[in-house]
């Protein structure tokens, strides 16, 4: 059974999109299966994808209306993992369904002040958001653009806490690779921003929310037993073996 | 396989996104919409402000071409004397009504 998980935050610019763009390619390099829906009017993620996305291996949707995003992501959901949704920068319906459809939500915030606010704000919205569809929505603060041990980051990390906002230990540093990543559509799959992007999801394994990383070498090998070498391509998989 | 997924808060079948949304219709009262909507213009009584001349209304425009494309439209709008004005010409010689305003656009250059 695969999850949703929303990627939302009422701040624009809290690095929504970016966690998105380091998350979906890395998930698909450890072996899940992973759809995004873009559920933004602005559809950044989406035109990324389309326009300079190099890599493969998973389906994107741009749907920012709030009733046909959820039922798109239920769609993908069938034959998906995990199906992302990034929503919108601002408080608005679309991203509200969508994380009233979700198995978890990601709220990702930086460390100045306006984030935290917004951070705070959209992990209320998430708790009022299950109270009215009777059940619980676990929601988690991802910090994005992360300096490790400043000052503003302590005070974040304080002011979410203090206000009983649930924060995951793994962390998107302020890495030159993420904005270079929305130019060149190169997802690193290797170096500090994969392994980061690894450490969340191994989080989100841990803490129960994403499903266990799929033995797919079965898979590999039957396939590497019917594609030719010169067509064979790294896959689902490839980056644990050749760590091994 | 981990033995602590627990990620399964929907029992059974999924609501849709229709369910979702009226379910969730307290809790998101006064939220934006996101889709586009139809445009909704409120009239706004014009008395003391009859004396300044209204600015006939104008938008934006563009589209993606080719950079070879792109290089003929710049060379030919060059010669018109703007891409406005040239596009216009080239309406108003298939034969529809241009407004003057677009064949004879005011300039907006310093000239001091």
Known sequence: MGVIAAIGSSKGGAGKTSLCQVLAPNLLARGWRVAVVDADQNGTFSAWFRDAYEGSGFQCVHEPHEVRAVDEAQRLLAESDIVLVDTAGFKNLTASTAMAAADVVLIPTMSDRGSVIEAIATYQQVQGLARASRRSIPAYAVCTRWRGRGLAEKAALEGLRSNGVPVLASVLSDLADLPKLTHSGRVPTTGKAAREADQLADEMVQLGHFPPEPDRSGDSDEEEASTPISASVPRAGGRKKAAA | ?112
Request: proline share 9%; hydrophobic share 40%.
């Open chain 2, 1 to 112: 396989m981990s033995r602590n997924f627990q990620a399964k808060p929907i029992v059974g079948e999924r609501p849709t996104g229709a369910e979702i949304r009226d379910l969730v219709a307290p809790a998101v009262r006064g939220v934006a919409v996101q889709a586009p909507q139809e445009a909704r213009r409120e009239e706004v009584p014009d008395e003391g402000r009859a004396r300044r001349p209204k600015a006939v209304p104008t938008m934006q425009i563009n589209f993606r071409v080719s950079a070879e494309f792109a290089r003929l439209i710049a060379t030919e709008a060059e010669k018109a004397g703007g891409m406005r004005r040239w596009f216009a010409g080239l309406v108003q010689q298939a034969g529809h009504e241009v407004p003057e305003i677009d064949i004879n656009p005011p300039t907006s250059r310093r000239e001091w």
